[in-house]
């Protein structure tokens, strides 16, 4: 799990840099929105995880 927490963080990062170069978020509203973006990267995974984990109990 250590793994796809870092993958997640980095993911994460990745976002946030592409929203600041867009000018859509700022150094002032990061601590605001960064959390946002993180949950919804980690939920992504997570059900994806666990999707796959079906799939491979059904096989």
Known sequence: MEKLEREIMQVS?????KFIESQ???PSNFEEIF??????VMDTAL???????????AR
């Open 13 to 17: 990062k990745e976002i946030a840099v």
């Open 35 to 40: 959390p946002s973006i993180y949950r919804v």
């Open 47 to 57: 059900k994806g995880h666990e999707r796959l984990d079906q799939e491979g109990d």
């Open 24 to 26: 859509r978020l700022s």
